[in-house]
């Protein structure tokens, strides 16, 4: 897992650095594909479901799940990339939210906030807890600074399988939920909404959106429980 975790990585990195207003989502992809290759990893996304694509590529109101294709990027957007990769047999997953040139303060407070949750939650991931521990952690960041957390869609274990049990929700209670033990692999996901939390649907049976138009921020990582604390595997 840390070596499909290094590869995820790596896909993070070439991506974020060609995020720029003129460049298309399917570009993106296309650089995804590319690490892949290089590396003799294959895609737990193409073909997820009949997902056509390595990447989701999500700008601006879209949360989740957005399909690269030829939409432009624009001086002032917000694009999400979720992507993963396959060693061995072994998943890793991880997404991360950029901007595209300039961005509003609003957005760039928005991304601050979101991968601020994460780090939250990922700190809350320790042997003894519960996942109410790791949900209330992402969630009181969020609230706190005025936005709203995604429910519909939640974090997940990770291992032979890209999404296994137990779900990683964003929002929770202390002390309740499954109970953490050493050696889980899960990856959280925080989504979170300038306004509202509700999410649409929209015809492709793919993209969501936020329901009222507002902008969405998405951050991940997939994370091993040990006795020394939290190991983040998809970080560079």
Known sequence: MRA??????????????????????????AIGREVLASRGATSNFLGYHGFPAVICASPNDVIVHGIPGPTVL????????DCGAIV??????????APVGEISP????????????MMAGIAAMV???????????????VEAAG??????????GIGRAM??????????????????TRGMTLALEPMVNVGEPDTFLTEDGWTVVTADGSLSAHFEHSVA??????EILTRP
């Open 4 to 29: 499909a975790g290094r590869v995820v990585a790596e896909m993070h990195d070439r991506i974020r650095t060609a995020i720029r207003p003129g460049v298309t989502t399917a570009e993106l992809d």
């Open 74 to 81: 624009q001086e002032g957007d917000i694009i999400s990339i």
């Open 88 to 97: 061995e047999g072994w998943h890793g997953d991880a997404a991360f939210t």
């Open 106 to 117: 609003e957005a760039a407070r928005l991304l601050e906030v979101t991968e601020r949750s």
């Open 127 to 141: 042997p003894g807890g519960r996942m109410g521990d790791v949900g209330e952690a992402v969630q009181s960041v």
């Open 147 to 156: 936005f709203s957390v995604v429910r519909e869609y939640v974090g997940h």
């Open 163 to 180: 999404h296994e049990k137990p779900e990683v929700p964003n929002h929770g209670r202390r002390g309740k939920g499954t109970k953490l």
């Open 225 to 230: 429980l040990t006795d020394d604390g939290p």
